[in-house]
Every structure is written in C-alpha cells, then in structure tokens.
C-alpha cells in the first residue's frame, strides 16, 4: 500500500519542489496538506499539525516543509502519534532538540529522515567515490547568491535559529561532510551582521581535517549577478570541481558529469524505502559545523539590509 503522506507548510520549497517529486515517486501519495494560509484543490485540508493529527485522516508520514524555527513541535506532535516524518533542512533550530528527535524517532519505532537535498545532486557520490582513492590536499567552498532573489520578504530566515546566509550555506557542508574521506573541525569564523538583523549575510570558515588538510568556505548572501555554488578540492593526482550545487562534476580539467536536477525525486525515493523498514537517516554533520560558526564566531557589524 502507498504511503499516505501530509505536506505541513505549503509555502515556497513544497510547492517548487515537493509536489511534484511525490507525484512522481511510486509507493507514496500526497492525501493532506496542513498549513494555516494555503491548500490545495482536491486534498484534505488543516490549519496545522495538530488540526490533521487530531481529525480522522489517515496518514502515515508527514513532510515538515516549514521553516525551523517551530520544527520541533510539528516533528514532535507527528512521531509521538506514531508517524513516520520527513524534516526539511536545516532539520531544527538547535543541536538538541534534533537529537531529541532522533532519539523519539528510535523508541517510537518510525521513519525520521532529516534530509540533505544538495547530497542528492548528480555530482555528490561520484565525487566521493573518486576521493576514496585521491589525497586532498586543500578544499575551497564558495557559496554566494543574491538573497533578494532567493528569499524575497522571507522574515524567518533572518529572526533567530533562521541561521541567515547559513540557510544555502549549510547545503555546501552537507556535501562537503558527504564527499571528504576525513572529517574536519572548525578553527575560525567570521561572521558578518547586517546591523538590523539577527542572523549573518556572509560568513568566512576556516575548517581544518584531523590530518591537517585545509577546508576554506565562504558564504555570501550579497552576490548579485551570476550566482556561485563551487566546491574545489584540489588533490594530489589533480583537481575535483563541483560546481551549479553539486550537479556538475570536473575531473583534472575534464567535465564528467552535467545532470539535471533529481533531488527532491531522490529524497522521496529514499524516504519510501526508510519507512517500508521503519529506518532513521538522520546526519546532523552539517548543523553541528553550523553551531560551531556561531559559538566560534567573531562577529563584525555590516550596512543594515533592506528587502
Ligand atoms: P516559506 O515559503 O517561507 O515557508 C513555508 C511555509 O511554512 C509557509 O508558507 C507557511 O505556511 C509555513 N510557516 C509556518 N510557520 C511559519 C513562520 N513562522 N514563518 C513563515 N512561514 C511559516 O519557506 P520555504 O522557502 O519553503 O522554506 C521552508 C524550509 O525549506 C526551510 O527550512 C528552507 O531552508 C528549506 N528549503 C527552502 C528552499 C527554497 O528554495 N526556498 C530550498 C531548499 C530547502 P502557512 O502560512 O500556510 O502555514
């Protein structure tokens, strides 16, 4: 049988990407939508999560497509009735309460998957197969988009846990922490803050792999223009380039691989087989560098930003 699926928050990303990858994955089907100011002709639909877990509906995953500020409760209420949960990223606000859904996840016996969609874009495993066999010697991370164009009017994302130029940002180190052979830590961070806002519109990352392999990142929310989502790692047989998000891959000078984008269809393919064996796949890597950027961030003040 299909699982039945709820979409909860029917806002940007559900709507461009969402729906139609669940429309286009067998074994799963869109039956409700909770959200407070949007619906959907022809589906169930509630205010909220407590609205749809509280009627007679019946369904067996829910795919959190809200902002993180507020996660926590939705993915609360939703395993604690016994559903299994797809979360958006960044998976939370904070460290601990990820963590205390993970561990909810495991004693209620359901699905928690706490997506990556950039892990899923064309160039990622093959590069992390290649460096498997490569030394790395350096890596450069270069993350800059006009957030005017990417997130018009949104508030969340510069209130607090909305992590600010971190939003993209956390999509490179959920690839970088995907294709490296070794992990890394965090040495500096410099973080950049609009003078009227609550989260930072740039950040410059200094990471360092327990073998003392360089990882630069710079995330930048001011780029107008040609946008930049780049990933180099240099080696020691020659370099490795990701570039457009990871979905295109150059091996030594040569492209290798130019794909169109299946993330979305990725996820819910995955998510499919996790709840057919009530399976967790819940990495939350990437948000622990991003805690780290702000527990070692040396905070400059930047021009206040105006929508
Ligand atoms: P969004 O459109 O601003 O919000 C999604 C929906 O969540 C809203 O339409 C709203 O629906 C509901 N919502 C609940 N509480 C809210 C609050 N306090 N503020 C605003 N909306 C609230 O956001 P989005 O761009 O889809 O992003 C949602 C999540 O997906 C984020 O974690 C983001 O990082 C991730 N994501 C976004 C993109 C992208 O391109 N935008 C790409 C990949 C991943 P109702 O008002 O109807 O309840």
């Known amino acids: ?31 409700a939508i909770a959200s407070r100011n949007a619906a959907l002709d022809g589906i169930a639909s509630f205010n909220d999560i407590d609205e749809l877990l509280a009627s007679n509906m019946e369904v067996d995953a829910v795919s959190l497509c809200t902002p993180p500020q507020g996660r926590f409760a939705q993915a609360r209420a939703a395993l604690l009735a016994g559903k299994h949960v797809m979360l958006e990223k960044p998976p939370g606000a904070t460290l601990s309460e990820v963590y205390a859904l993970e561990a909810l996840a495991r004693e209620k016996d359901v699905s928690l998957f706490s997506t990556w969609h950039s892990r899923e874009a064309a160039a990622v495993e093959p590069a992390r197969a290649l460096l498997t066999g490569r030394t790395v010697r350096n890596v450069a991370v ?18 607090p846990g909305g992590l600010g130029v971190f ?27 609009p003078d009227n806002r609550a989260a930072p519109i740039a950040a410059a990352l ?14 930048d929310w001011r780029q107008t223009g040609p ?9 020691a047989e020659g370099p490795v380039v990701l ?65």
């Open 227 to 235: 946008q930049t989502w780049d990933i180099r790692i240099d080696t």
């Open 142 to 159: 270069e993350w800059k988009e006009d957030v005017r164009h990417w997130h018009p009017g949104q508030a969340w994302i510069w209130q």
């Open 1 to 31: 049988m299909s699982i039945r699926l709820a979409i909860v928050g029917l806002g940007k990303i559900a709507r461009d990407q969402h729906l139609g990858a669940i429309a286009a994955t067998a074994g799963i089907e869109l039956v």
């Open 167 to 193: 939003d993209p940002g956390i999509n490179a180190l959920s690839i970088v922490t995907r294709i490296l052979p070794e992990a890394f830590h965090l040495v500096r961070s410099d973080l950049f803050f």
């Open 206 to 219: 200094s990471f360092e792999t327990a073998s003392g392999v360089p990882v630069e990142a710079e995330f």
């Open 243 to 307: 570039t457009h998000g990871g979905s295109r891959l150059t091996v030594d000078g040569e492209p290798r691989i130019v794909e169109e984008d299946q993330e979305y269809r990725n996820l819910y393919r995955h998510f499919v087989s996790l709840v057919g064996d009530s399976r967790v796949d819940a990495d939350f890597t990437p948000l622990v560098h991003v805690a780290d950027a702000f527990m070692l961030g040396r905070r400059t003040a930047v021009e206040a930003f105006e929508d």
